[in-house]
């Protein structure tokens, strides 16, 4: 039998470039609608993200890619009519990245970390339209949710950079989110600073960049007059000291290189580390980016009408998905367990461990109680932006010791001048033996350990390549069956030669 005929390129083009909007809406309600319809698996209920209180939380991946467009000069002269670009449709101009071209189009991507399948795509020309296109992105993950009945408020959504706003984050408040901050005015507020002054939360080693960031972990931060509070983790490394052809990421001051992450996971299962780490490891993103454009190059321009293309990328997903669904049939794997973060040491642990470094962060600052009648006590002392406090009257006490106590919390040790404290009006309300006290003025602020819990932080997924690698196998298969007519015809093939080729 002959092979079914395929459509002309020429055919194809001219009904891409027909397509208006309401059937590439209905198109992409259809994609999302047939990825709900199945499960990919009967262990999909085991795939997701284990907290160190041992909740579960599914991971969603929102991200755009860009492709450029390289345009010809056009000669413009007063004979002839104005030119006519044929990817005007498509693309405007905006940020290019490393690609050489005029004009972009973006396409908004979202995807199931733990699946690996796509739930949705939606492009704009230029840089496109990011807010809504993640509100978009925002229906589509709470479908998504919805009908594999889990809890909405443990779905969390990474983002990259561009989303780090405080738009961005009002139309994400009633979801989990980490996203990178682009507002570093942030370091400028009094109580950030005041907490960058104070030891860091954790440390965090990339293996990858060899740097050591110190994390300092900030709640209930309100990015605007009404807005909703925000976790903000801030990490600093030095700056490197030759200056590298790439952009740094960040904001250098003084030689110091700071960061601002954006979250509103909770701090009792994720710590400041854990935070970093899941926003870092947005890395597996790209490689199913890669993948995508070696399997199927979704981003190259196959019609010059806006629709046509949005058509072209929805069907490129919902193959993409259909592979997936395929090579698990044909190869099934179980799902595969991933320690994300170690084990944190328990609240209860010996003096030893809990001095070598706290893993689980630590609270906000805290002073002593009134210790006499009358008497000043740490809290007439507040913490200033520049690492001192200030006394009532109006004298600075610098930190000179830290140690740590048997129950893990660390002790700053503040120490006013003596200079300072022999003439001051208000000795007798201040100090212990009042004039008579031969020591100036200290003040200890204490950093309790958080509340943490001790469980691993546990991912489990499955492998992203095999399963659709299967079905791409079956795909390059060749199989010959002669007809009937031809099979009762004398054949001088012996038989034990194979029919397939």
Request: hydrophobic share 35%.
């Given at each position: ?50 907290d ?22 056009l ?14 449709p ?10 050489r ?64 706003t ?20 942030l ?77 509103n ?91 070598s ?103 489990r997924?499955w ?39």
């Amino acid at each position: 039998m002959d092979a079914p005929a395929c459509l002309a390129a020429s055919t194809l083009s001219r009904f891409l470039a027909a397509l208006p909007a309401e059937p590439v809406e209905a198109l992409r309600t259809l994609f999302l609608e047939d990825l709900l319809a199945r499960c990919l698996s009967t262990e999909e209920q085991d795939v997701g993200l284990w907290d160190r209180q041992g909740n579960r939380w599914l991971v969603f991946d929102v991200d755009g890619t860009r492709e450029a467009a390289r345009q010809r000069a056009l000669p413009q002269t007063p004979d002839r009519p104005a030119p006519q670009r044929r990817l005007r449709p498509l693309c405007a101009p905006g940020y290019t990245g490393r690609k050489r071209g005029e004009a972009v189009r973006t396409r908004t991507t979202v995807l199931q970390m733990h699946t690996h399948q796509w739930v949705a795509s939606f492009g704009n020309p230029g840089n496109g339209q990011y807010r809504e296109e993640l509100r978009r992105a925002k229906t589509a993950v709470q479908m998504y949710v919805k009908a594999h009945n889990f809890p909405s408020e443990r779905t969390l959504v990474r983002l990259d950079g561009q989303y780090g706003t405080r738009a961005v984050v009002a139309d994400l408040a009633d979801c989990s989110y980490v996203t990178r901050g682009k507002d570093y005015s942030l370091l400028d507020r009094a109580d950030v600073q005041a907490r960058l002054h104070l030891p860091a939360d954790q440390h965090l080693n990339s293996a990858e960049s060899g740097v050591c960031r110190a994390l300092y972990d900030c709640p209930d931060q309100c990015l605007g007059e009404d807005g909703p509070l925000v976790r903000v983790i801030v990490a600093t490394h030095p700056a490197p000291t030759r200056a590298k052809k790439k952009r740094q990421v960040g904001l250098i001051r003084n030689g110091v290189v700071y960061e601002l992450f954006l979250t509103n996971l909770p701090q009792s299962g994720f710590t400041a580390s854990d935070v970093v780490s899941l926003y870092l490891h947005r890395g597996a993103f790209e490689t199913a980016l890669e993948d995508e454009d070696i399997e199927q190059d979704p981003d190259r321009w196959c019609s010059h009408s806006a629709w046509g293309q949005e058509a072209w990328q929805v069907i490129s997903q919902w193959t993409w998905n259909l592979r997936l669904e395929l090579g698990h049939k044909l190869h099934p794997e179980s799902v595969r367990t991933t320690e994300f973060a170690p084990a944190l040491p328990e609240q209860n642990a010996p003096a030893s461990l809990a001095a070598s470094t706290l893993a689980s962060g630590y609270a906000p600052p805290a002073t002593a109680t009134s210790w006499k009648a009358g008497r000043f006590t740490g809290a007439d002392f507040p913490l200033q932006p520049d690492g001192t406090l200030h006394c009532p009257a109006g004298s600075a006490l610098v930190p000179h010791e830290q140690r740590r106590e048997r129950d893990g919390s660390l002790r700053v040790v503040y120490s006013a001048s003596i200079r300072d404290c022999r003439p001051c009006s208000l000795r007798e309300q201040c100090q212990w033996s009042g004039c008579a006290t031969a020591k100036p003025r200290q003040v200890s602020i204490l950093l309790h350990p958080l509340s943490v819990g001790s469980a691993p932080l546990l991912w489990r997924d499955w492998p992203r390549r095999h399963q659709r690698r299967a079905c791409l196998r079956l795909h390059r298969q060749r199989l010959d069956i002669p007809d009937r007519a031809s099979s009762s015809a004398p054949s001088d093939r012996s038989p034990s030669d194979p029919l397939s080729g």
